[in-house]
């Protein structure tokens, strides 16, 4: 069974900085991606990546996040520096745009 799994979700100050983790199992997805989707707003991609360098970001977080992986560990990560509240969301993980996670929650707040 093919499934994806994220962690690393908590509750951050504006100007912090955190980092998500999926891992995927049973099988190495091509293509992977976080996205989003905070309260009353639709489900935003927020970064893709495709094989290992092949990378695309949504502008509202181009220059404060970075998407990367970890081929031995079959992860990617995301990680997100100055953050604001517009950030706050539940982060999901996908792979090949098929398999998605249960999401973690990403809160930034005093």
């Known amino acids: 069974q093919f499934q994806v799994a994220e962690s690393g979700g908590d509750l951050v100050q504006p100007g912090g900085s955190l980092r998500l983790t999926c891992v995927a199992s049973?099988?190495?997805?091509?293509?992977m991606a976080w996205h989003r989707q905070a309260p009353g707003k639709p489900r935003e991609m927020v970064a893709r990546?495709?094989?290992?360098?092949?990378?695309i970001y949504a502008d509202s977080v181009k220059g404060r996040f970075t998407i990367s992986r970890d081929v031995p560990k079959n992860a990617i990560y995301l990680d997100m520096t100055n953050l604001s509240p517009e950030d706050t969301a539940v982060y999901y993980c996908?792979?090949?745009?098929?398999?998605w996670g249960q999401g973690t929650q990403v809160t930034v707040s005093f």
């Open positions: 049973g099988i190495s997805f091509r293509v």
């Open positions: 996908s792979g090949a745009d098929t398999y």
């Open positions: 990546i495709k094989g290992s360098n092949d990378i």
